[in-house]
């Protein structure tokens, strides 16, 4: 027993809330209000101890599952069909991956069987097969469950066997076990030969329509999720554009097949990312990729409210960069954060009709951390929630995601109403600051599942390294780098929220770092880089063009026009344009129709003036001065958000920003 010196006695959900708890029994009144479930309240020997028998035998299993390190793949074990499973190692002087092995190397006093060597290309995609491909179960979809009917049908140089091979020996080379090895390389060599297979097929009419194309594609965008560690991700959208053009292409009656409508729903599932990611609509409209989801059973909801979600962004986008402050446009904006409002009403609407087997259940609660690493621990205090399996939970965080972004747009509009005043006095941000960070809290409460942690039989949590405890019977359907690959896109969500405490940012990180170092996808460590803060970051560039030039900025610009001695006095009726002037220096034309000229010496390096004795009306001086203020705030925004990443990391936030 370790002393924990004095407790808070609250209940245990307004410890996780971080709020006051009032202590009243048998339930608080604050989860009253809130309408929760209050958990209760621990009793005085459990606030004043903390029971360390289970952390100890954890750390314990740990020490004594470390494995020597042998240069070559062999299986190991007994002689018989009685031997336990084979101890795995594999080649080229890399470390073990280890499966578990029999108790020892002889049986009956027989010898060891001489080693058996497995090639690298027939290991990987073994382990492709078992960690990322998952079939259809109940009401549940399957995930690249495309993959084994098509590549049983095809030739090794076909365009789908080649990309298979390079996604297949990329997750094997990101994994602990590949480094240093020759298989990244390999697998760069193959996903080049599936590049030049594919614009082949592309080119051929007979082929640009066929099933394995399209998975080609979507295997190659699936490789730079694996193996890119550039901030650019150009080659990724690039996969996912040329598939969703591919899709429209075939027309609804690929949707006639099962392998036709998997490679369907995996297109539409990167396609909902990327458009939410970058601001643009969906192609060909919402309605055209949800018009076969009358059968579907589960995920139907928060599939369409994705895709009405980056319509909806991208009208908001449009719209506060563009509108000026008339009351036409004041009432504009009012109905579409009244259009976001309905959306969250009626996703609340929808989960309350949910049957209980669909939604999560909370299994745990972890107060502190051992050694105050929050970064390297593999539950954030707080709740853990378990789900019937891995796409129900990857469903659910969507939406969550999906609920982040709407509520990010009601933030904005009223900002944008509300300007100059400070948007967070208004009560549309009191309640998002309200719903937001439950749904971060519940986000990170389901990423332990993800990543392997499940109930075992005895009713206590068993670690992805404590597999040899029996857990649930989707042991084998769930994999666990599968289910770290659907929590990139929540984590990078959460990670750059407002509404993310440091804690739980730390955290966040930290799980993106393990996931590119255990897990083998190195754009996790890229998206750990980001310092996107939304929604204040967008609603600080919405705000850019509408903020009115301050007395210091027009001050700076009068005393550098004058030290210049370019300018002079404005008056309402210069001429636009000089015909003494070089007519080899170009006058552009800015959004709102106005004239001007790129900066040079001769006007002071400021770009709102034009050469010789002529010079721009106020109203063309105040519109200059505002775009030289909007460049400088843009490149400070820029700036913070890159986290000084660099040029390529830069440029994704640019297109995030929409700037």
Excluded at 333 to 357: C, F, G, H, I, T
Excluded at 404 to 430: H, K, M, N, Q
């Amino acid at each position: 027993m370790v002393y924990c010196g004095k407790p808070s006695r609250g209940c245990q959900m307004c410890r996780t809330r971080r709020i006051k708890c009032d202590e009243t029994k048998p339930t608080c009144l604050q989860c009253q209000k809130s309408r929760r479930p209050c958990p209760g309240y621990k009793d005085d020997f459990d606030l004043v101890f903390r029971n360390e028998t289970q952390a100890t035998e954890r750390r314990a299993r740990k020490a004594n599952t470390g494995k020597k390190v042998h240069p070559t793949v062999t299986f190991t074990g007994a002689h018989t069909s009685f031997s336990t499973a084979p101890e795995l190692i594999i080649e080229d002087g890399s470390q073990a991956l280890n499966t578990p092995s029999s108790d020892s190397d002889t049986f009956m006093g027989f010898g060891p069987l001489p080693a058996l060597t497995i090639p690298v290309d027939q290991q990987a995609p073994c382990y492709f097969m078992s960690n990322y491909v998952i079939t259809p179960r109940h009401a549940a979809r399957g995930y690249f469950d495309f993959l084994m009917p098509m590549l049983k049908s095809e030739t090794a140089d076909s365009p789908i066997a080649l990309a298979f091979s390079a996604v297949a020996l990329a997750s094997l080379a990101g994994r602990p076990v590949g480094r240093g090895t020759r298989w990244f390389g390999d697998s760069c060599l193959q996903y080049t030969k599936a590049l030049r297979a594919v614009n082949l097929a592309l080119q051929n009419p007979a082929q640009q329509l066929k099933d394995s194309t399209l998975a080609s594609i979507i295997m190659l965008s699936f490789f730079e999720n694996m193996a890119s560690e550039r901030g650019n991700a150009s080659a990724w959208f690039s996969h996912v554009e040329g598939a969703v053009q591919l899709v429209k292409l075939r027309g609804k009656k690929q949707l006639r097949t099962k392998i036709g409508y998997s490679l369907f729903v995996c297109v539409r599932n990167a396609m909902v990312i990327q458009c939410m990611s970058s601001g643009k609509p969906p192609a060909l409209g919402s309605e055209w990729w949800i018009s076969d989801l009358a059968n579907d059973d589960i995920g139907v909801f928060t599939i369409k409210l994705n895709l009405h979600v980056a319509e909806l962004r991208h009208e908001i986008n449009v719209a506060l960069a563009t509108y000026s402050r008339s009351p036409e446009n004041f009432q504009n904006v009012v109905n579409l954060m009244k259009r976001a409002q309905a959306m969250e009403q009626e996703y609340q609407d929808w989960e309350a009709s949910l049957p209980d087997e669909w939604k999560p259940r909370t299994v745990a609660w972890v107060d502190q951390i051992p050694g105050g690493e929050i970064s390297k621990a593999e539950v954030c205090p707080g709740k853990v929630d378990m789900y019937e399996d891995v796409w129900l939970a990857n469903t659910w965080n969507h939406s969550r995601v999906a609920r982040l972004f709407i509520s990010g747009s009601i933030v904005r509009c009223a900002a944008w109403i509300c300007s100059p005043v400070d948007y967070r006095t208004t009560p549309e941000y009191a309640q998002s600051v309200r719903l937001c960070v439950d749904l971060v809290t519940d986000i990170i409460a389901g990423i332990p599942y993800h990543l392997g942690w499940r109930v075992g039989s005895n009713g206590t949590l068993a670690t992805p390294g404590d597999m040899s405890s029996p857990s649930t019977s989707e042991t084998f359907s769930c994999p666990k780098a599968l289910g770290g690959f659907f929590c990139l896109w929540p984590l990078f969500a959460i990670n750059n929220s407002d509404y993310t405490s440091d804690s739980q940012r730390n955290w966040t990180k930290g799980r993106l770092h393990w996931i590119s170092e255990n897990l083998g996808m190195k754009h996790a460590k890229v998206l750990s880089l980001f310092q996107l803060r939304l929604p204040s970051m967008v609603i600080r560039r919405d705000c850019m063009l509408h903020t009115p030039p301050s007395a210091q900025m027009i001050a700076a610009a009068a005393a550098r026009s004058t030290s210049h001695g370019a300018f002079s006095p404005p008056t309402s009726h210069s001429p636009i344009s000089n015909s003494n002037s070089n007519s080899s220096s170009p006058i552009s034309v800015d959004p709102r129709g106005n004239s001007w000229m790129p900066s040079s010496p001769s006007n002071g390096g400021l770009g709102i003036g034009l050469t010789g004795p002529y010079t721009l009306n106020p109203l063309q001086q105040r519109e200059a001065m505002q775009r030289e203020a909007w460049e400088k705030e843009r490149n400070s925004l820029l700036k913070k958000a890159s986290n000084s990443g660099g040029d390529s990391v830069e440029r994704l936030v640019r297109a995030y920003l929409a700037v």
